[in-house]
């Protein structure tokens, strides 16, 4: 979809007053494959190396910010023959890798079990070194296999990218118990998908993990990112020059659903308000940027942009 401003321009000539330069037009071009660096992995030795990995934006990043993915590498088994055949052919016997701070890593730090058996990895490929361990502490061997993500990272990320979710009618209506109950299956339908589909895995590990280049900044110098003080007054002018559209599907938010419809930082940099860096976008729109998939949508919102689209013939 290309966005041009040049009636916008024309309209303020006639006005005679000078308008502001809003940028080159928007491309929204379909995203293309990244080239991906080598993947680099260490294990957590101490109590002191796990405590420098913190949870930065709802994903898990090191002491230097960089995004990363963990995993239990030695995996405790009751005898030798049952490990390797269950390594060998069901992923769910095998570890599960986590991108977040889920219930199940708050779990293992306060069980305090986590000394020497995570794996830090950089840019995942999609196989990871495991190492089936006999409970006497005898390794058995190093396999390198698919794992599939944690469900509880899934739950909390509300990650719905492969497939996408279709909430059925009830759903504005349902319980939060009833819509776990029809989430749970599809949940784990999900987290296998990205085990075992290489293509699934690179579009779930793109948004919440790896980056192309290593990072400008450590956590030490890094500046601060964050909104400006006018941002209130810049966003409220730039979606009412949008006239309250979203510049990727078209669709018309009112301002009383105010929440849906925002203003993104195309380079990431909150501080930049630069007309080309800011573009109107729907929730649903914005959390599919890159790198904004772990985004929280209401559920108000997210209904009140299905039910626009859907007024307005707007199909997605």
Known sequence: MDVSFEKIKEAV????????????????????DRPRPTPVTFTIKTRQDWDKIKEVGGVLVDEHGRRIVVHIRDY?????????????????????????????????RRAGRFDKRYGVHYNPDGLFVVSPTERGGTWISDEKLRLRPCRNCLKKLGYQGYP?????????FATKGMKEKWLKPRRRALALAIGTDPQAFKAFIDIYSFTEDPPIYTTETMPENKYTSDWPR???????????????????????????????????????????????????????????????????ARDGIEKRRSEQDIHV
């Open 234 to 300: 810049i966003s409220e002018r730039v979606r009412n020059k949008a006239h309250w559209t979203c510049q990727q599907c078209g669709v018309v938010i009112s301002q009383d659903l105010r929440e849906a419809l925002h203003v993104h930082h195309k380079n990431g940099m909150r501080n930049d308000n630069s007309s080309s860096n800011l573009v109107v976008l729907c929730a649903l729109c914005h959390q599919q940027q890159p790198r904004h998939g772990h985004m929280f949508v209401s559920e108000r």
């Open 164 to 172: 996408p979710f279709v909430y059925p009618v009830w759903w504005r």
């Open 76 to 108: 405790y088994v009751k005898n030798r023959s049952d490990a390797l055949d269950a390594f060998m052919n069901d992923i769910e016997a095998r570890p599960k890798f986590h991108v977040t701070e889920c219930e199940t890593i708050a779990e293992m």
């Open 13 to 32: 000539k006639r006005m005679g007053a000078e308008g502001a330069d809003p940028g080159p037009p928007i491309n929204f071009a379909p995203k293309k």
